[in-house]
């Protein structure tokens, strides 16, 4: 089924992010974490997402929180964004090391601050401050690969590894969009790509780029977060949604858009204000979970593009 048109009163979807494993033991655990946050979602979908994102961020499996990718330097480097799209509060952290949750950070930031986004030294002060301990993020299986891919560029060749999710086999970046029946919010979490440059931030945190939310829809996306951010890629299906389209319509556009633009890859996952789903990918994999009055959808999945708009 491409896409989920429901009157139901509370939907939870998430993504996986791009490239990433479609493997049993992958999508439980975004299952899990859905059905997580429904708990939550008639109380406050800003915790729901939360909630979310926490388990993602807890599992080794996603390239977020422990187990984020490494960078140049053998450094976790993470941003996490989230967004109420009721009132239009904006909170994301960038570049932030040692902390369990960057989400929950970046929730704190938009609770108790006017502030908008914080990155490096900045966000880990905060978070201290904040109560958010020191944790460890760098997973062995990471910084085994990280080694690897260092060994390899010292011989002169070229890292194997898949650039998103830093192995293998592995997660990328995870997002979640929620509608209550009342509202639309989005969150996302990600280490970003493997080796990096140190202090490099990308479209998770970048409101428009891969994340946006308003009245009308709540979108997250996934891929080479510079071709996101430079073309604006989450507003412009929130715009396409205002415009008419539904979500799904919307979001292949905005791939082809993407594609043509950029000759970028990526996911996109987006829910609008009539309870609609829509997600597709230009990619390997794309895993997205849906969650409907605390159903999952068994049968949901997201659009495969990637014949049409090949990148390789
Ligand atoms: N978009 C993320 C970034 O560029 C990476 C990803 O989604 O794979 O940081």
Redo the contacts with the bound molecule.
Sequence with gaps: MPYAHTMAMGIIAVHG??DTSREKQYIKILQEAALQGHELLSKNRIQALEAVLQVLEESPRF?CGYGSVLNFNGIVEM?AAIIDGTSSRFAAVAAIQDVHHPISVARALMEKTKDVILAGDGAIKFARKHGFPTANCVSEEQLDAWQKARESLARGEKPTQNL?TGLAYHG??VGCVVWDGEGLAAASS?G??SLKPPGRV???PSLGG?IFASRTSAVVC????EA?IETLTSKYVDEAIAAGSVPEQAIKSALKRLHAQKGAEGGILAVDCRGRVGSAFNAGQFPVVVVVDGKILEDYQPVNLRRELSVH
């Design positions: 992010g791009l390239n941003d998103y990328d970046t990600t970003g790509y990308g479209d998770t891969g996934t891929g080479l977060g996101f």
